[in-house]
Nanobody
Framework: QVQLIESGGGLVQAGDSLRLSCAASSHTFTRYAVGWFRQAPGREREFVAG????????YYVDSVKGRFTISRDNAKSTVYLQMNSLKPEDTAVYSCAADPTTDYDNKNPRSWSFWGQGTQVTVSS
């Protein structure tokens, strides 16, 4: 079992930046692909970005491309999501997910085995 803990959410204004962290309880996490998802009220969970276990390959959905950057520090068993130029439509609960076999760009939440509890990001206009 791998436990994931997100942090870094908060209330910001449009145009501001936030960095989310996803810290894992087990070092086996360093061999897992990791994805960030978000869910706004009344909407389905949406895949935002993913990173391979090596950290070399990343993927972003079009709505965040150029604004968000996913990265990982395997020595710290932590994955980050740097979010710049935030917009009100980025408001959601952001969760990280990890899996040993799922591809880093898999958008299906059911394909990911381990999930964090989520962190709220609110962007005011």
């Amino acid at each position: 079992q791998v436990q994931l803990i997100e942090s870094g959410g908060g209330l910001v204004q449009a145009g501001d930046s936030l960095r989310l962290s996803c810290a894992a309880s087990s070092h086996t996490f360093t061999r897992y692909a990791v994805g960030w998802f978000r869910q706004a009220p009344g909407r389905e969970r949406e895949f935002v970005a993913g990173i391979s276990w090596t950290g070399v390959i990343t993927y972003y959905v079009d709505s965040v491309k150029g604004r968000f950057t996913i990265s990982r520090d395997n020595a710290k068993s932590t994955v980050y999501l740097q979010m710049n130029s935030l917009k009100p439509e980025d408001t959601a609960v952001y969760s990280c997910a990890a899996d040993p076999t799922t591809d880093y760009d898999n958008k299906n939440p059911r394909s990911w085995s381990f999930w964090g509890q989520g962190t709220q990001v609110t962007v005011s206009s």
